[in-house]
């Protein structure tokens, strides 16, 4: 007996689930345990501009790919050539400046596993594009990094 792989939309589903419930345990009890940081200018600064990132990368993830669920082809225009993952990297962001923004010491440990939850959604995701897309894909993954853009070329 074989067993099926979870498709992509069910193990985002399940992550998604699971990041959300650790994030509101880390917040809620981060301040129980007096894990609070002190309030600071700065660390408001940052998360108002990690939040915001967030939102611009996934909304120029939304304009290249409205309908993550048909999918026919390789994206590669917009902010696909600059990452190859901006939706992760887009929910990285907000997750990090929710965190920050809670000042709960405990939400950073909550950034860290959803940035290892994550890469993980991604590799996982890139070897179905692999087997999909084979040789287009590995040029384009060759030339675009996994998360972080670079815009020096």
Do not use: H
Not at 96 to 117: E, K, P, Y
């Amino acid at each position: 007996m074989t067993r099926e792989t979870p498709s992509p939309r069910i193990r985002q589903v399940a992550a998604g689930i699971v990041l959300v419930l650790l994030g509101w345990l880390a917040i809620s009890y981060g301040r129980q345990y007096g894990l609070v940081l002190a309030r600071s200018a700065v660390l408001d600064m940052l998360s108002a501009s990690l939040l915001i990132m967030g939102v611009v990368v996934r909304v120029m993830a939304f304009k290249e790919i409205r309908c993550t669920y048909r999918i026919k082809n390789l994206v590669m225009s917009g902010i696909y050539s600059k990452t190859r993952n901006p939706v992760y990297l887009a929910i990285m962001f907000i997750i990090a400046g929710i965190a920050l923004l809670s000042r709960r010491l405990l939400a950073l440990a909550w950034v860290l596993v959803s940035v290892a939850v994550l890469y993980y959604l991604a590799k996982k995701e890139e070897n179905d594009l692999e087997k999909t897309f084979g040789d287009e894909y590995m040029k384009y993954k060759k030339r675009v990094p996994m998360f972080l853009p670079r815009f020096k070329e």
